[in-house]
């Protein structure tokens, strides 16, 4: 009922830039928080950047000042404007959101995860 689906991955040079976006689909009745995660290979899923429906961001350490997440909730989607790139950003991206929607006459939230993006930063 409910998806969410990532584009804007792909193979950039260090020092490049690139644009993901996310958009939430289905039965919503509204959305909380919306977010970005990553992992390398070999390495455990983490947090890169979150933004609550009021606006309020976090960053991880990593990428504060590279990095840039908004949404457009009339849309139901959340953008991550990547800058100034390092071969250490490469890693599978995915958005995660906390959504309400729609069962029938009720509703239910649920946290939710797109299927990924690759993001490759090399020379």
């Known amino acids: 009922q409910v998806q969410l689906v990532e584009s804007g991955g792909g193979l950039v040079q260090p020092g490049g830039s690139l644009r993901l976006s996310c958009a939430a689909s289905g039965s919503i009745f509204s959305i909380n928080t919306m977010g970005w995660y990553r992992q390398a290979p070999g390495k455990q899923r983490e947090l890169v950047a979150t933004?609550?429906?009021?606006?309020?961001?976090n960053y991880a350490d990593s990428v504060k000042g590279r990095f840039t997440i908004s949404r457009d909730n009339a849309k139901n989607t959340v953008f991550l404007q990547m800058n100034s790139l390092k071969p250490e950003d490469t890693a599978v991206y995915y958005c995660?959101?906390?959504?309400?929607?729609?069962?029938?006459?009720?509703?239910?939230?649920?946290?939710?995860w797109g299927q990924g993006t690759q993001v490759t930063v090399s020379s």
């Open positions: 933004i609550t429906s009021g606006g309020t961001t």
């Open positions: 995660n959101a906390d959504i309400r929607y729609y069962i029938g006459i009720n509703y239910r939230t649920q946290n939710f």
